[in-house]
């Protein structure tokens, strides 16, 4: 599921990045776009490791992904062509997910990245904290731009099931080529651990989802997971030359910062 989604970031967040550079320029409010601007940063790095990681999926195992690349191209220029108002409702309905999926992440980190390869399931959860870091922007974005009318809230709404749906759909076709390839997609007992964790993926993404359909939402009524608040304070008091690197055989997965307030250690000097 994760490498699924992987496949994605490339495709979806410089997308993400092309639609806030062209709203900035009507961003009034000094704050607001300059949030834009560092949350374009952000996105940026995420794309750009999640673009080398899976080119070494598709060199050392699965070349069959480039064709759900070839079609991520062909519906994201397809989405370009949409109004602003949709690609922003189309971001700002994204990044709602995301919140849902952090949480998810974080508190299932023992169940999903236990014993994993710790580069993995730090290169991972670090791109979720860094969603959760900026999770108000591009909602404050689209608020800037177009207001909370009627007609403003109808595109939000609509934009949290297009962003996520479409996101969803092409991340199961990535792990569904996956499975497929490791003669798993049609084994009895690796769908139905496949049925598991997709049932708790939903039970904890669909109530942000919903919340972020209502009008009147802000991101900032959803709380941080304190695991991810710890990752923040740990990062900022942590010397810029030290890679995060989880212990994924620790039972609790604790933050991998030194000076987080949860935390034993491991890392590594870059
Ligand atoms: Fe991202
Ligand atoms: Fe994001």
Same mark, same amino acid.
């Given at each position: *599921?994760? @490498?699924?989604?992987?496949?994605v970031?490339?495709?979806?967040?410089?997308? =993400?990045?092309?639609? *806030?550079?062209?709203?900035?320029?009507?961003?009034?409010?000094?704050?607001?776009?300059e949030?834009?601007?560092?949350? @374009? #940063?952000?996105?940026?790095?995420?794309?750009q490791?999640?673009? &080398?990681? @899976?080119?070494?999926?598709?060199? !050392?195992?699965?070349?069959? =992904?480039a @064709?759900?690349?070839a079609?991520?191209t062909? !519906?994201?220029?397809?989405?370009?062509?949409r !109004?602003?108002? %949709?690609?922003?409702?189309?971001?700002a309905?994204?990044e709602?997910?995301t =919140?849902g999926v #952090?949480?998810? =992440?974080?508190?299932?980190r023992? #169940?999903?990245?236990? $014993?994993? /390869?710790?580069?993995v399931?730090?290169f991972?959860?670090w791109?979720?904290?860094?969603?959760?870091?900026?999770k108000?922007?591009?909602?404050d974005?689209?608020?800037?731009?177009?207001g909370?009318?009627?007609a403003?809230?109808?595109a +939000?709404?609509?934009?949290?099931?297009?962003g996520s749906?479409?996101?969803?759909?092409?991340? *199961?076709?990535?792990?569904?080529?996956?499975?497929?390839?490791?003669?798993?997609?049609? &084994?009895l007992s !690796?769908?139905?651990?496949?049925?598991?964790?997709?049932g708790s993926?939903?039970?904890?993404?669909?109530?942000?989802?919903?919340?972020?359909?209502?009008?009147?939402?802000?991101? &900032?009524?959803?709380?941080?997971?304190?695991?991810? /608040? /710890?990752?923040?304070?740990?990062?900022?008091?942590?010397p810029?030359a030290?890679?995060?690197l989880?212990?994924t &055989?620790?039972? /609790?997965?604790?933050?991998?910062?030194?000076?987080?307030?949860? $935390?034993?250690? %491991? +890392?590594?000097?870059a």
């Open positions: *599921m994760v @490498n699924g989604a992987s496949l970031m490339p495709y979806l967040e410089p997308f =993400l990045i092309r639609t *806030m550079r062209e709203a900035l320029p009507q961003v009034s409010d000094a704050a607001v776009a949030s834009g601007r560092a949350f @374009n #940063t952000q996105e940026q790095h995420h794309y490791a999640h673009r &080398r990681y @899976n080119e070494l999926l598709k060199r !050392s195992r699965y070349p069959e =992904l @064709n759900i690349e079609d991520m062909a !519906s994201y220029a397809r989405l370009a062509k !109004s602003l108002r %949709t690609r922003m409702a189309y971001t309905g994204f709602a997910m =919140l #952090t949480r998810w =992440l974080v508190d299932y023992q #169940t999903l990245f236990g $014993g994993a /390869d710790s580069r399931a730090s991972i959860l791109h979720f904290v860094e969603e959760a870091e900026h108000c922007v591009a909602h974005v689209y608020h800037a731009l177009y909370g009318g009627p403003s809230y109808l +939000r709404m609509v934009g949290v099931l297009h749906l479409d996101v969803m759909w092409y991340s *199961m076709r990535g792990y569904r080529a996956i499975l497929k390839h490791e003669g798993l997609w049609f &084994r !690796s769908r139905l651990r496949l049925a598991r964790r997709l993926f939903v039970r904890h993404v669909s109530p942000y989802l919903l919340r972020a359909m209502l009008p009147g939402h802000d991101p &900032r009524q959803e709380p941080n997971p304190q695991w991810v /608040d /710890d990752w923040l304070a740990g990062h900022a008091a942590a810029d030290e890679v995060p989880l212990d &055989r620790h039972p /609790d997965l604790p933050v991998p910062f030194a000076h987080a307030p949860s $935390g034993p250690v %491991t +890392r590594i000097a």
